[in-house]
């Protein structure tokens, strides 16, 4: 939250909303150009691959 910022009511409402949402559904699913883009980039040695994930179906393991 902003420093001297308040949100009225019916901001709080949609955001208990929102976290309620993503208590029952977890985190968004990521898509295959996520994967995609994730792979071009531990190739390229931008990123560091984590242990234990997976590609999406048809890109190459990690």
Request: charged share 25%.
């Amino acid at each position: 939250m902003l420093h001297g910022f308040r949100m009225g009511p019916q901001r709080q409402r949609y955001l208990r909303g929102q976290q309620a949402l993503l208590a029952v559904l977890g985190r968004e699913p990521h898509t295959p150009l996520d994967a995609a883009v994730r792979a071009t980039l531990e190739g390229m040695g931008n990123l560091h691959k984590k242990a234990g994930k997976k590609n999406a179906p048809g890109l190459p393991a990690r």
